[in-house]
């Protein structure tokens, strides 16, 4: 994955030894929001690993913005981490790619809600 030129989700699967295998599966201009359509994206992307025996997926969220972390890229990440997760699909990673490259997403950037200090 590089530099994002459109908004679109990747799926990268990954073998018993976090390998990737030759599989790679794009979604092409998702809602800005999750929707209810993430339960059935994560049955189609269940489907895919039982048939390349795959153990892991990484996921790369790409939009063609900045590197910081959006409140979009936060619900995606957590509604396909909470969907894929009661499919017992396993997700290893999320990556965002951004207009200048790729960045890492930590779990505490989308699994817990942001504090404000008040200060």
């Not at 990954?14 to 049955?43: C, F, K, M, N, Y």
């Not at 207009?99 to 817990?112: C, E, M, S, T």
Request: aromatic share 8%; glycine share 6%; net charge neutral.
């Amino acid at each position: 994955m590089g530099r994002a030129c459109r908004r679109q989700l990747w799926f990268l699967f990954l073998d018993e030894h976090q390998v990737q295998l030759p599989l790679i599966i794009p979604v092409g201009d998702p809602p800005t929001r999750p929707d209810a359509s993430v339960s059935t994206l994560a049955a189609g992307i269940s489907a895919a690993m039982e048939s390349v025996d795959a153990a892991s997926v990484i996921v790369v969220i790409e939009r063609f913005a900045d590197q910081a972390v959006t409140p979009a890229d936060t619900a995606w990440a957590r509604a396909i981490d909470e969907q894929f997760g009661e499919r017992g699909v396993r997700v290893r990673g999320f990556l965002l790619s951004h207009r200048r490259g790729v960045r890492w997403l930590a779990p505490d950037d989308y699994r817990f809600p942001a504090r404000r200090s008040d200060r």
